[in-house]
């Protein structure tokens, strides 16, 4: 993997936030695969297959912070392909703040790098956990 990519995956996290933030659906786009998984059940949400059904879950029923802050970004390449572990930093809609923890697999399409599947945690995993 080159500078390039790995500069490139670093901005996926910025530009999944922006675009929750900004409720532009259509930007998920540049995110996410058509076929992507997001697994949310940790935070008792049912698990979201598709980009269609990512992007609904986001309009109607997602229950959003005011603002996301992405930190803690790394790639790593692995023998099962290439992993970005981020967390955000969000401030909720009550006033108070809430951090959670994502870990993706993530594909290079024609279009750019890619989520293919999301899981996010309230809490850190156990490093010993295969994700």
Not at 88 to 109: F, H, M, N, W
Not at 111 to 131: E, F, I, P, S
């Amino acid at each position: 993997m080159d500078v390039a990519d790995r500069l490139e995956l670093h901005e996926l996290p910025g530009r999944y936030g922006d675009a929750i933030d900004d409720r532009d659906w259509a930007r998920l786009d540049q995110v996410f695969t058509d076929d992507a998984v997001f697994d949310l059940t940790d935070l008792g949400v049912p698990l979201l297959e598709g980009l269609d059904a990512i992007k609904t879950f986001m309009d109607v029923d997602a229950q959003h912070p005011r603002t996301h802050t992405m930190t803690n970004i790394y790639v790593d390449e692995t023998a099962d392909g290439v992993k970005l572990n981020f967390r955000i930093v969000a401030l909720l809609p009550e006033g108070r703040v809430g951090t959670a923890s994502y870990y993706d697999d993530v594909v290079k399409t024609a279009d750019g790098w890619r989520v293919k599947h999301r899981v996010t945690t309230l809490r850190r995993r156990d490093r010993k956990r295969d994700h």
